[in-house]
T-cell receptor, first 112, second 113 residues
Framework: DAGITQSPRHKVTETGTPVTLRCHQTENHRYMYWYRQDPGHGLRLIHYSYGVKDTDKGEVSDGYSVSRSKTEDFLLTLESATSSQTSVYFCAISEEMNTEAFFGQGTRLTVV | QKEVEQDPGPLSVPEGAIVSLNCTYSNSAFQYFMWYRQYSRKGPELLMY????GNKEDGRFTAQVDKSSKYISLFIRDSQPSDSATYLCAMSERAGGSYIPTFGRGTSLIVHP
């Protein structure tokens, strides 16, 4: 498995609370991505990063922010969690443009 | 209409059958086509990766791209129970120097002994 660690793996939180998910890689890959996966929608891109402090929005970025202060870490923050953000979140990395993307094991987030 | 359409299934087949999984797409700029396999409660893993049209074979797996019809397929020969998983197609165009694939919803495949 590619060296990608997501933490936590499971989290239950209350509506309105802030939540931060962490993705850590040991591959020194340039690109990092956050996706959410929901039944009926498949994988949807939230945000991605193409370098330290270089990030951009994806398809479903509303309500999410990201930060990348080091090559190896990409953080996803839900400023004020809502029930619609209950999902499985996947981090992915890729070395360069249009090369293979490796996915983490996912974080199952439940907002009650 | 989503850019990438994929029947969610489930598709149930007996062991040894030839499986055909398909996706259609609407964006003619897509040039890179991928198939990912995802086991339950795991992250997706890349199975096949092709550029532009044509066929690519890897063991029991064959990926086919028909850009004129905007249609891609994944064939699995001699299917095994261990092939039971969700298969996601993904595709991307060269955009801004980053690899940003658009995924289909995935097709759930069940291979029964």
């Amino acid at each position: 498995d590619a060296g990608i660690t997501q933490s936590p793996r499971h989290k239950v939180t209350e509506t309105g609370t802030p939540v931060t998910l962490r993705c850590h890689q040991t591959e020194n890959h340039r690109y990092m991505y956050w996706y959410r996966q929901d039944p009926g929608h498949g994988l949807r891109l939230i945000h991605y990063s193409y370098g330290v402090k270089d990030t951009d929005k994806g398809e479903v970025s509303d309500g999410y922010s990201v930060s990348r202060s080091k090559t190896e870490d990409f953080l996803l923050t839900l400023e004020s969690a809502t029930s619609s953000q209950t999902s499985v979140y996947f981090c992915a990395i890729s070395e360069e443009m249009n090369t293979e993307a490796f996915f983490g094991q996912g974080t199952r987030l439940t907002v009650v | 209409q989503k850019e990438v359409e994929q029947d969610p299934g489930p598709l149930s087949v007996p062991e040894g059958a030839i499986v055909s999984l398909n996706c259609t797409y609407s964006n003619s700029a897509f040039q890179y086509f991928m198939w990912y396999r995802q086991y339950s409660r795991k992250g997706p893993e890349l199975l096949m990766y092709t550029y532009s049209s044509g066929n690519k074979e890897d063991g029991r797996f064959t990926a086919q791209v028909d850009k004129s019809s905007k249609y891609i397929s994944l064939f699995i020969r001699d299917s095994q129970p261990s092939d039971s998983a969700t298969y996601l197609c993904a595709m991307s165009e060269r955009a801004g120097g980053s690899y940003i694939p658009t995924f289909g919803r995935g097709t759930s495949l069940i291979v029964h002994p």
